[in-house]
C-alpha cells in the first residue's frame, strides 16, 4: 500500500508540475477571439474609408499579411498597381481582366490566373498558385469586401484608384454572392415582402415579431390606407402614440417596387 | 582528499549557476534572463541527481550525510540548527518573493518590431522597403553640402531628442531614468548600426502609436514627430545619427 | 480417444484460421470497396450533388448547441474524446508488440517471452472494453453536445462509420480468441494459428484507427466537398483527405511508443510491490523490454512529427503559421520540456539498468559526459525564442533581443539538439549492450576506433550542418539542413549497431545478468516516462484541434458555440491534467483487476464439505 500511494503521490505531483510550468512557467497569451462577421455601411462611405476598410480587411479578416510580408512567402504588393499593368500583358496571364481593377479583382478570387515566378505551388511549375481564394469559405470576403481590398491594393501601391464604392449592399445577404447590377424580381407574396424588409424585427403580427414599432395584427381596423401608405413612405410623418420617432428606416419606397407596395397595403388594409 | 558525493553535488550545481552568471552577465554582457535561468536550473539539477543516483553506491554516499543529520544522535546540534534554518529560509524566501513591489509587471513586449511594408507618413503613403534618404547621395556627390545637412540635423537632435537620447548619442539623456523603455543608445552596434534608414525614418515619424499590433502594448513615449518636424528635417538628423556615432546604415543590397 | 481428438484440434485450428484469412480478407478488401464504392459514385455524384442528396454544410448559431445539465460540452467531449484515444493507443499499440514478442519467443523457444507475451495483452484486455465504453461515450457527447456536426459527418461517413462498427466485432472476436486460446493455440501448428489471429488483430485494429483518423483529419483537412460543404459523394476522397497519411503514420509510431511507456509502467508498478527474488527479476525484465520497445518507436517520433508539420504546412500555409507561431508556439516549449522528459527519463533508465551487469564498470565513468551533452542540448531546446524578461533585465538588455540565446531559439538550433539527443540517447544504449560483453574479434581496437571516428564525425556533421545554415545562409536554406541532419543521424544509428554486432560476433559474456539488481528510482523513470507520455499526447491532442481554430470542418463549417475561442494555454494544461489523473486512475484499476483474477480465497467452513 505505501509503494502504491507513493506512485500516485509521484504521478499527481508530475502532473502538477507539468501543469504548473504551462500555467505559469510561460506567459499566457489569450488568443484572439473567433472573427465577427462585420456588417458593412456602405452607403456613407467615403472613398477614404472604403480604402481603410480595405486595409483592415487585408491585415485583419483577409489574412493576408500572414504571406504577403517581408518575409517574402508571396509577392511584395507594395508595387502591384504597377506591375498589374505589365502582367495583363505578359504571354503567361490565363486570365480575363482587361484592367488593372479587374486584374486585382481576378488575382484575389482564381489566384492562379496569374502566378509570380517562384511562387507557385510546389511540382506545378509555377501554373498553380498556393493562395486561397478569397471568396470562398475560409476567408470568406463579399463582393464588396473585395472591392475594398483592390481599393487598398492601388492606393498602397501608389497607382490611381478606379474602384468604385459598390451600392445597394443594404439587404446583403451574410455571402453577398449575389450579383449587385441585376434588379431583384418582384415578389408578389406580402409574407415573402414582410420577411425580406425584415418588418417583423420592430412590428408584431399576430403576437410574433418585435416591440419597437406599432402592433399590426389589427392594423387594419384602426388606420386606412392612405394612412399605411404615408406610414411606409415617410414614417415620421405620423408617430403612433408611445412610440419614438425616427426609428424606422425612410428608404423603404426606394426598396420597393410600385407593385409590391400596393401588395404590402392590401395586406395591411385586411388584417382587422 | 576525496570530496563527498553531496559536496560535489552543491559544488556542480554552484558551479554551473555561477558560471551562467558570470557568463552572460560579466564576460558576455548579455544578462541571462531569471525565468530562463530557474527552468535551466531545474533540469541542470534534474541532470546531477540522474549522474549521481544511477548507481546504488553514488545514492547511498550521496545521501549519507543527510541521513545522518536526520537519524545520527551525535548530530543533534546541526539537526536542531538545520530545523531552525530551512523553515526561515523557506519563510524568507516566500515574504521576499510574495513582497509587493513597484515593478511593473512582466509584458511581453516587442520593441522594434518588423516594420510594415508601407506606411502612412505626411499623409503620403510610402513604400518602406525602397524609401532612400534623399540627402544620403550627397556624401559622395558634394561633401560640402552633405556636412551642412548634418549640422543642421546635428541642430534639430540638440533641439528635440538629447534630452531623451543623450548628447552623446548613447540613450542616457537626462530624463532617460524616467523612461521605460529606456531610449535607444545609438551608439551600440545592435541598433541603428543594423537598420536601414527608412526603418528609422518610420520610427521617428511615427513615435510609439505608429509602432504594429506585435509591439504592444504601446508603451514607448517616443513622440509622433511627424507632428512636430518637416519630413527633410527627420532625414538630416538621421544622416547626424549615422555620421555621430561613426556607424553606416545597413544597405540595400542583399549580403 | 487419440485417434479423433488431433483430427478434431487440427480442424478447429483450420477453422479459425480459415475464419481469420477471411477477417483479413475483408480487410483488406475494405479499402478496396470503398475505392470500388467511390469509383462507382465518382460517375454519379454529380448527379447526386445536383439532384440536392447532399445539401451545404449547416451555418449553425449559438442556439442550435444545446445546454444540457449545465456542463460545458467542449469541455466534456474534449476530456472524454483524449480518454479514449489514450485507451485506444494503449489498446492498439500492445497487440503490435505482443505479436512481435510472441514471434521472437517462437523463435528463440524461449518460453520467457511468451510469457511475457501473455501478460502484456492480459493487460490490456481491461482496457480493451474501457475504450470501447469510452467511444460510445464520445458518440453520445458529439450527439447531444454537438448535434448539426456530427449528423453532418455522419451524412458523409455514413459507410466508414457503419463498416467501423462491424469492424468491431471482427476487433473483439480476434482479440477474445487471441486472449483466451494463448494456452490452447501452443506448440507446433497451433501456434502458428494463434499468430495468425494475432495478425488479423493488428489488421483489424490499424484499420480502425485509420478509419477514425480520417474522420478526425476530415475536419482538418476537408476533402471530397466543395467550398459550401456539399458533399461531392466520393467517400474515399473525404477519407483519403490531405493530412490523412500524415497523421496515420505519426499516430502508429506514437501509439507504440506509449503502449510501450505504459506496459513500462505496469513492469515498474508490479516490481516495486514484488516479494518475491524471482517475481523482482521476472518484471525487471518486463520492464526493460517495455522501455526498450518504447525508446525505440521514440528516437523516430520527432521526425514522424517533422513531417506532420511539413504536410499541415503545406496543406495550408495559414495553418502552419498558426502552428507555428502565436500563442502556440509557447505549447512547443512546453512540448519541449516534455520530450526532454521523456529522453532524460529514458536514459536514466538504461544507465541504472547497468548495474544487472558486472562489466558495466567499464562504462559507467562515460554516463556523466552523456549527461552533461544530454542537457546541454535540452537546455538549447527549450530555450524559447521570445524570453521572459523583467523590466530591469530589459534596460540591462536595451531591448528583447538577447544576441546569444537569441539564435538559441529558433529552428536550426533546435533540430540540433534533438538530433544530438537521439544519438547521445543511442550511445546510452550501445554502452548499455555492451556492459554484459567482452568482444573476442582481434581487430577490437580498430573497431572500437571507428565507431568513435563514425559518432564524433556525425555530431560534427549535424552541429556544422546546424550552425552554418540555420545562421549564415538565407531563410529557405535554414529548415532545408534537418533533411541531412536527420539523415545523419538514421546513418550514425544504423551503422553503430551494425558494427557493434560485428565486433561483438561470438563475444564472451562478463556474467549473467543479475536481473531485478536495479534500484527502485529507476521503476520511478518508468512512471514518469508513461506521465510525461500521457500528459503529452494530451497537450498534442490540444494543438492538433486548437489550430482549426473557431472552425468545426475547417473553412466549411463554423464553430458558432460560446465555446468557439481557442482556450490560452494554462486553460487547456489544465483540461489535460484533469483529463490525465482520471486516465491514470482507470489505469490503475485496469492493473488492479488484471492481477485480481489470480487472488483466490479459500473461506474454511463456507462451502458444503
Redesign the interface.
Known sequence: MRQFLTVVVFTLLTIGFFAGYSNF?I?Q?EPAPPPKEEKLDLGSMTMDGFIALGERLFNGKGTCTLCH??LGRAP????VGEVAAGRLKDPRYEGEAGTVEEYLTESLIDPSAFVVIGFGKKGTNDTESPMPNVASGGIGMSVAEVAAVVAYLQ??S?AEVTVEIPQDIGAQEDDGEEDESEPREAIGDPKELMALFTCDACHMIGGEGGEVGPDLTQIGASRDRDYLRRAILDPNADIAEGFEEDMMPEDMGEAMYVAELEILLDYLAGLK | MRIPKLLQAVLVLAGVYFGFIVV?DVI?D???????LV??MF??T??VF??F????EG?RELVAPIKALVEDPSKRVWRNIVFVIVPLAAGAGTYVQMQPSF??P?E?????P??P??AKIYGK?V?L??LENPFRKLEKEDPEQFRELVEEGAAVYIENCQYCHGDKLD?NGPYAAGL???P??FQ?V??IAQLQESYLFWRIATGGPGLPKEAAPWISSMPVWQNFLKEDEIWKTILFLYDYTGHSPRSWGHE | MNGPRPILKTGLALTILGLGLAVVALVLTGFGQFSAFAAEHAGAAGEAAAAGLYGPAPKLTAADYPAIAGVNGRIVVWIVAQLHLWFAAFVLAVPIFVFIIEVIGMRTRDKRYDDMAYEFIKVSITAYSLTAVLGGFLVFALILFYPHLFTYLSTIFSESMFYYALLFFAESAALYIYYYGWHWLQGGFKKWVHLTLGLVLNAVGTTLMLLANAWLTFMMSPAGVDAAGVFGGDAWAAIHNFLWNPINIHRFVANIAYGGSIVGAYAAFKFLTATGRQERAHYDWMGYNANFIAICALLPLPFAGYYLAAEIYAYSQQMGITLMGGIFAWLFIIQA?LI?TLF?SA??YL??G??RSDGAKRY?KY??YI??V??GA??VW???H????????????????????GPLGIMPAKNTAVNVMIIFTAISFMFYRRANKIATVPWVKAGNAIQVALYTAGIANIVFLGIYHGYFTNTVYKVAASIPQVLTTLVVIAGSITLDSFIYRGSKEVGSLQWGRI?E?AQYALFLLAVAFTWLMGLMGYIRSGIRQHWHVVDIMRDASPDAFTPTLGYAANVVSVAAIIFMAMVIFVFWIAQVSSNKTLPAGYWKE
Open positions: 512557467g506567459p497569451i510580408n517581408a511584395e504588393l507594395a508595387t492606393d498602397s501608389g | 552572460f558576455l548579455a544578462v541571462i534572463p531569471s525565468s530562463l527552468m535551466y533540469f541542470v534534474a541532470g540522474m549522474v543516483t544511477y548507481d546504488e545514492t515593478e511593473a512582466l511581453l513586449r516587442t520593441i522594434h518588423a516594420p511594408s508601407t503613403r513604400n522597403l525602397k540613450g521605460n523603455p529606456t535607444l543608445n551600440d545592435g541598433t | 520540456v526532454g532524460l536514459n536514466y544507465w541504472c547497468m548495474g559507467t554516463i556523466k549527461a552533461i544530454l542537457v535540452f537546455l527549450f530555450t524559447p521570445t524570453l521572459v524578461l523583467t523590466n530591469e533585465e530589459l534596460k540591462a538588455l536595451g531591448g528583447p533581443h538577447h544576441k546569444i540565446l534500484p528510482r
